[in-house]
């Protein structure tokens, strides 16, 4: 956040508009706009199903105990499954 100049978040927005309305920089603008959508999609909050909240808790149970591939290893299995 930034509060190093003491404003309140009015006053904040205030200027940004004034800033907005003043300037005919597009990227600049396009970049603005990019982030406060990103703000807004941080926020989205996913609800998950028992099975898929149990398969989530059964895989972190798996890593905790090393039981996994690691990317060769897939690969490899993967290349035997496909026949190569």
Same mark, same amino acid.
């Given at each position: 956040? %930034? /509060?190093s @100049?003491?404003?309140?978040? !009015? +006053? =904040?927005? /205030? $200027? &940004?508009?004034? $800033? @907005?309305?003043?300037?005919?920089?597009?990227? &600049? =603008?396009? +970049?603005? %706009?990019?982030l406060?959508?990103?703000? +807004?999609?941080? !926020?989205?909050? %996913?609800? &998950? *199903? #028992?099975?898929?909240? *149990?398969?989530?808790? +059964?895989?972190?149970?798996? %890593?905790?105990? $090393? /039981?996994?591939?690691?990317?060769?290893?897939? #690969? /490899?299995? @993967?290349?035997?499954? &496909?026949?190569k």
């Amino acid at each position: 956040m %930034y /509060k190093s @100049i003491g404003m309140t978040v !009015f +006053e =904040l927005k /205030k $200027r &940004l508009i004034g $800033r @907005i309305n003043r300037t005919d920089n597009n990227e &600049l =603008l396009e +970049e603005m %706009y990019r982030l406060i959508e990103n703000e +807004e999609a941080d !926020f989205t909050v %996913y609800k &998950l *199903s #028992d099975q898929q909240r *149990s398969a989530i808790e +059964e895989a972190q149970e798996q %890593y905790k105990n $090393r /039981k996994f591939l690691t990317n060769e290893q897939a #690969d /490899k299995e @993967i290349d035997e499954w &496909l026949g190569k």
